[in-house]
């Protein structure tokens, strides 16, 4: 390949920071237009049930490719204008709120019997990205004691470091209920009193915030955005009032472009994040 070529392909690859504005033309059979100027770290959609908020989102999580990609022909109707303005790929994630059973129950239980929700199936996918991430922060780790700098040490440690607060978070989370991660385990293992469970035990809740904070550690602090419909349903009240924080430690790089009908979400310091529906509204 000439260095033309991969030049071309290296900029055709080039993923955004994160989203400036979203626009969408004709919203709901043309009755609305959408205009949303978005803040680096934390956005928060607001508004009446009906009102369009996961129609907002699901808009503009359709229109992107399965791997990022949003040429503006894959994007009916949506305008997204992204920093660095170059940039035509987004790395991101979506949480649901809704868990549903599973609709192919069937083909899923050859794979493993425990799997009922389609909560249940996120995190067995999440299972196989945490051990991807595990085997290449080892190799980075390798890499930084083979080099022979002086602090190599010290680097390797970092290395390690949102693995162990991923860790140290989720056993603060759930230290009343007496669970703890088994941290000689590489997939998601918990002890309940000496009984060992499998991620698909837990409660709703429990599986609710897990799947958030395995999204955003996995995710390795790149870039990217996520993307959450409601997330606060199933959660405790104080869970819902960390969770924005909570994800920001994990990843100082990603923003966040939710809904919310939790006043509990925002009360701790981001009520200026906060948009309504009908601000972002043009008729």
Known sequence: MSIFAVLN???????ADYIKQIEIDSLWSGTKHILWNLDRRVN????????????ILNKVVKGLSAGGEFPSHMLKGVHLQVEPAEAKWIRYDVIRSV?????NAEMINKIDLSLVTELDW???????????YQVNIGNRIIAVLQSGEPDAAQKAQALSEPKKLFQDIVDSLFQETGKAIVRTANEIRFNQMGELLMPYQLSAGEKQILAILLTVLVEDNQPYVLFMDEPEISLHFEWQKQLIDLVLRLNHNVQIIMTTHSPAVVMDGWTDRVTDVSDITLH
């Open 9 to 15: 392909v290296t900029i055709m690859q080039k993923y």
């Open 44 to 55: 928060i959609l607001s508004g009446v049930n009906g009102v369009g908020k996961s129609t």
């Open 99 to 103: 868990d549903r059973p599973l609709m």
């Open 122 to 132: 996120q995190l067995f996918q999440l299972q196989r990205k945490y051990l991807d």
